[in-house]
């Protein structure tokens, strides 16, 4: 019932029903109803569904997205001034043609017709207004449920016995003829786990540590690989001063790892902003039998979280072919 009392096409029927029989009690006399009553308020009703859609656009258009508060008021100057023109045409030539016979005239005079049609703009900019911010509450609860939610799926799929046997086992390996090496990975392997149990609580996190961080994942995933020579993690430009949502760039760099040749990988992986747009590249080879689900739980989260924190300021792109994948992805920070 929740969900259907939400729905927006429900909402404009409802609105324009209450406003029908609002402006039809207002029309009639309660001893003397007929069809001509009906018809007279569906007429009226032109101008002001012109009046309300319009303004919606308006509203949306330069008093949301942005932000330019003159250039509204200045289409709702010349939106109000169609409208009455609109309710002449209407009732001094429209409704002879439609209903012929009936000879229906305004009743009202050019203040009056003003004082209805400003009143449903400013009930129409208010309930937008209105919905709008019930609609960012909204998302704003599914983002945090969302943040949650990732969180627990990341320590599930990261911190996980296998991830941690197979990186400490592999450091093991290393500390009868290399300890100093050994040591090295175990810092990294501690700093990994330290930064996603304690430092991803947050919905923003600074970019630096978030590289940090994806640095010390692929130093780690390369102790699991046969051959490293073609394994290559690459920054540009200066991350200080930026925040990001945490873990959002980890699935499409823990993809090419997961998916790539085991035997002879070959992963490039390039992190670069420029002009305050952060770009990640990341491209692997695959085995012939190997095929990347794009639908997949990893890259689903990701494009929803994206959705959510960043909506339309990203842009990712995903090609796969016989032997290659490739992800691409922008974020406006």
């Not at 008093?63 to 250039?71: D, E, G, L, T």
């Not at 998916?259 to 747009?277: A, F, G």
Request: aromatic content about 14%; charged content about 20%; proline content about 2%.
């Amino acid at each position: 019932m929740n969900k259907f009392l939400k729905n927006n096409l429900f909402q404009q029927v409802l609105f324009w029903l209450l406003s029908f029989t609002i402006l039809f009690r207002l029309f009639t006399r309660e001893e003397d109803i007929g069809w001509i009553d009906i018809y007279y308020t569906g007429l009226f009703h032109l101008p002001l569904v012109f009046v309300v859609y319009v303004n919606y656009y308006l509203v949306n258009r330069f008093f949301i997205q942005q932000r330019k508060v003159i250039f509204y008021l200045l289409g709702l100057v010349v939106l109000l001034s169609i409208a009455i023109g609109f309710h002449y045409f209407t009732f001094n030539y429209l409704a002879d043609r439609i209903f012929q016979g009936y000879y229906f005239v305004s009743y009202y005079e050019i203040r009056e017709v003003l004082e209805f049609v400003i009143s449903y703009a400013i009930i129409s900019t208010l309930l937008f207004l209105s919905k709008n911010w019930f609609d960012l509450k909204e998302k704003q609860l599914a983002l945090e449920k969302e943040n949650h939610q990732v969180k627990l799926a990341t320590l599930k799929s990261q911190i996980n016995p296998h991830f941690l046997f197979n990186s400490l086992n592999n450091i093991y390996g290393l500390t009868a003829s290399e300890n100093k090496l050994s040591k090295n990975y175990l810092l990294k392997l501690s700093e990994a786990l330290r930064y996603m149990i304690y430092g991803t609580g947050e919905e923003m996190v600074l970019l630096e540590k978030e590289i940090k961080y994806l640095k010390n994942y692929v130093d780690l995933e390369i102790l699991r690989m046969d051959s490293t020579t073609d394994i290559q993690i690459h920054t540009r430009g200066n991350f200080s001063g930026y925040l990001i949502a945490p873990l959002i760039l980890l699935p499409l760099i823990e993809n090419c790892f997961k998916h790539c040749d085991r035997i002879d990988p070959k992963v490039n992986i390039e992190i670069s902003i420029e002009k305050d747009i952060l770009h990640l590249q990341v491209q692997n080879n695959k085995t012939n039998n190997t095929s990347i689900n794009k639908g997949g739980l990893g890259l689903v989260n990701l494009k929803n979280r994206l959705t959510l924190i960043y909506p339309n300021k990203h842009q990712l792109v995903i090609d796969e072919n016989a032997t290659n994948y490739k992800s691409s992805l922008q974020i406006n920070l």
